[in-house]
């Protein structure tokens, strides 16, 4: 068998364990030969593409990013890849293509799948808000890295007697926010699921500033938007791949939390630092068995289907299930978190 493997949309830890592995299971389990399709769906269609062997995947488990190199790819060039997907099949001579990607590579698998192409798709997204997967790699260490950053924070944030607003990613999940925010101890935390007020939040500092306690950490998720008419804030615009450009609610809350209490508060905007660099150990087992199952799921003619975590076990779910909706934050575990500001 020749199993072509892509990594598509934002980069993320682990994206590398799941190439080893399925390089390792592919050539030592059945002696297949793997190719790499270069920047995700554009080498596919540019024709970009070099073959894996062992000595490819050598040393790159605990290597951040993606060895083939990532992009997102513009609707027009995603029909035309369905357009010419039996052509683009016998072309490279690849009997099963393994996309590794979040919710717009799977939903684009999806399409390559429903016009004929065997498809096995492998879930990643460090929001975690893929369906029918109860984790996705790279959230583990997205949120170790948010966690360390809200612990480093209160130090600075006590000695200054400052609010810190903590933004992290999360488009229209918060599972970022609401599990750093729980696991560093952050007094506010704001999710896309809930609108906030501000109100409530000054209310909170207010209080703890009266007994004593003269510093506050907020922990924001991205795509968290105020109640109407409790503070200012724009939405953004739809960018050329249909996502929000959110317009900075980190920044904007930090501003409108010190013209409200007249106290210092800072926007603290990890970005991209959350899904670069080393892999944790949790990510990188989860990376390996999903690479491992794609495999076997590729020798059983298991197509139109993606790996996912169920309890601790791996499955196979259709394409078709997992991209019906997002994973978001259900309100039993707002309600958790809510206890223990």
Excluded at 149 to 171: F, P
Excluded at 216 to 230: K, L, N, R, S, Y
Excluded at 274 to 297: I, K, N, S
Aim: aromatic share 6%.
């Amino acid at each position: 068998m020749r199993i072509g493997v892509l990594t598509a949309g934002g980069d993320c830890p682990g994206l590398n364990a799941v190439i080893r592995s399925v390089v390792h299971r592919a050539l030592t389990g059945h002696d297949d030969e793997v190719i790499g399709f270069e920047d995700g769906f554009a080498g596919l269609l540019d024709g970009r593409y070099r073959k894996l062997d062992l000595e490819a995947v050598s040393g790159i488990l605990a290597r951040g990013g993606t060895i083939l190199g990532s992009s997102r790819l513009e609707r027009a060039r995603l029909r035309e890849a369905c357009e010419k997907s039996r052509d683009l099949s016998k072309d490279y001579g690849i009997d099963v293509l393994i996309p590794i990607g979040g919710e717009g590579t799977l939903t684009a698998a999806r399409m390559l799948s429903d016009v004929g192409l065997p498809v096995v798709g492998v879930p990643k997204t460090i929001d975690n808000d893929i369906s029918s997967t109860d984790r996705t790699f790279g959230f583990d260490t997205a949120v170790g890295v948010a966690t360390e950053a809200i612990d480093r924070l209160k130090t600075t944030a006590e000695s200054h007697q400052r609010v810190m607003v903590v933004e992290v990613m999360g488009r229209h999940a918060g599972w970022i926010a609401l599990e750093s925010g729980m696991a560093g101890g952050a007094h506010g935390i704001c999710l896309p699921e809930r609108e906030f007020d501000v109100n409530d939040l000054v209310t909170m500092v207010e209080e703890r500033f009266a007994r004593g306690k003269k510093f506050a950490v907020i922990c924001v998720a991205e795509g968290a938007h105020p109640a109407p008419g409790t503070m200012e804030y724009k939405k953004g615009a739809i960018d050329q791949f249909g996502h929000e450009r959110f317009s900075g609610i980190g920044t904007a809350l930090a501003r409108e939390l010190e013209k409200r209490l007249g106290k210092e508060a800072r926007p603290v905007i990890l970005g991209h630092v959350q899904r670069g660099g080393t892999p944790t150990a949790y990510d990188r087992v989860l990376a390996t068995r999903f690479g491992w199952h794609a495999v076997e799921a590729a020798h059983r003619g298991d197509y139109g289907k993606m790996t996912a975590l169920r309890g601790t076990d791996i499955t196979m779910v259709p394409l078709a299930e997992a991209v019906t909706e997002l994973k978001t934050v259900p309100a039993g575990r707002m309600d958790e978190a809510e206890s223990v500001f």
